[in-house]
């Protein structure tokens, strides 16, 4: 099968995503074999391909939000049946026994491991997971529609969990990616009023679009304070600019992976019981809860798409923030 490989990581500019024939991968367990037909870019995989993740094997095929058709199951791999769409996220597995997913974290497993990280992910014409790590995803909608629910979608809806935004309250999204892009629909569909902190006039335009009442850069004063915000850019001097215009008591989260240092702070800007959290990867409760929501609100996804062989150049286009909505790599025919 084709796959982009990553043999070792750099910044992207240099294209180091090799496109090659690999070895199928054989379902074993109760895994399942999926024949890939859409996959989402997403930043995380930037930050894996140019190493400001520390990756624990190479080569490594990225990718996390997929879309696909189950092909063939393990011996213990019953849950679908040939022929059933599938989407696979971050989430590839937990140990099942620790503390925290006993207690409904398994997001925070020592043991966890990721798609596109820990074992091959979605940049290639197959891969493998385990059924229960899988989701069912409509068979009527498109693919590449369907890719960026599966990360971005997700991260956004357990940020806007972690955030505490109640409805009618009001929430500030810095930057705007897929993650902001699919948050702010579903908190326009709770009754918050969004206000959106991003550089790009394109992508204002497009906050402006699914119905935020203010769109600004960061440094810029808003027309008031926010009850939560969150922060999806991986920039770590935004944090003082979201604290200094989030009211006493509000929340402040952090969905990024990565993210540069965090700046000295004034402790008058954390003062008044105000919350800084990060955001740490999600759960298959978030995976199912965003699914639902999806088809409540309904959730608009807005793609770019491109080729397999065009890995290198969609993940260059999200770097330069040239992806309007959402970057997808269309791998088959659905």
């Known amino acids: 099968m084709k796959a982009a490989v990553l043999d070792q990581p750099a910044p992207i500019e240099g294209g180091p995503l090799s496109l090659r024939e690999v070895p199928l991968p054989e379902p074993v367990g109760d895994r399942v074999l999926v024949r890939v037909l859409a996959c989402g870019v997403c930043h995380t995989d930037l930050h894996t391909v140019?190493?400001?993740l520390k990756l624990p094997r190479l080569p490594l095929i990225p990718g996390h939000q997929v879309v696909g058709v189950v092909e063939a199951g393990g011996p213990e791999g019953h849950r679908f049946a040939?022929?059933?769409r599938v989407g696979v996220p971050w989430l590839h597995s937990t140990c099942g026994r620790c503390e925290y997913c006993e207690s409904g974290r398994e997001n925070l497993c020592d043991d966890a491991r990721f798609t596109g990280l820990h074992v091959d992910g979605g940049y290639a014409e197959y891969m493998t997971v385990g059924q229960d790590f899988a989701y069912a995803v409509p068979a009527d909608a498109s693919p590449a529609s369907l890719a960026p629910l599966l990360c971005a979608g997700i991260i956004g809806y357990r940020a806007l969990r972690l955030s505490d935004?109640?409805?009618?309250?009001r929430l500030g999204l810095y930057g705007f990616g897929a993650s902001a892009y699919l948050a702010l629909q579903i908190a326009r569909h709770r009754g918050c009023e969004?206000?959106?902190?991003?550089?790009?006039?394109?992508?204002?335009r497009l906050a402006?679009?699914?119905?935020?009442?203010?769109?600004?850069?960061?440094?810029?004063?808003?027309?008031?304070?926010?009850?939560s915000a969150i922060i999806f850019a991986p920039a770590g001097w935004l944090v003082r600019e979201a604290l200094r215009v989030l009211r006493k008591g509000g929340t402040l989260a952090l969905a990024g992976i990565h993210m540069t240092p965090l700046p000295e702070l004034d402790y008058?800007?954390?003062?008044?019981?105000?919350?800084?959290r990060s955001v740490a990867n999600s759960t298959r409760e978030d995976a199912e809860g965003l699914l639902a929501?999806?088809?409540?609100?309904?959730?608009?996804t807005e793609v770019e798409t491109f080729r397999l062989e065009e890995a290198n150049e969609a993940l260059l286009r999200l770097k330069r923030s040239e992806i309007r909505a959402a970057a997808v790599l269309e791998v088959a025919p659905a």
């Open 208 to 227: 402006t679009e699914l119905g935020a009442s203010w769109v600004g850069g960061a440094e810029e004063d808003p027309p008031g304070q926010l009850h």
């Open 165 to 169: 935004i109640r409805p009618g309250g």
């Open 50 to 52: 140019e190493g400001e």
């Open 194 to 204: 969004v206000w959106v902190f991003t550089r790009s006039q394109d992508h204002r």
């Open 293 to 300: 929501a999806a088809v409540e609100v309904p959730l608009r």
């Open 82 to 84: 040939v022929g059933d």
């Open 268 to 276: 008058a800007l954390l003062y008044g019981e105000r919350t800084i």
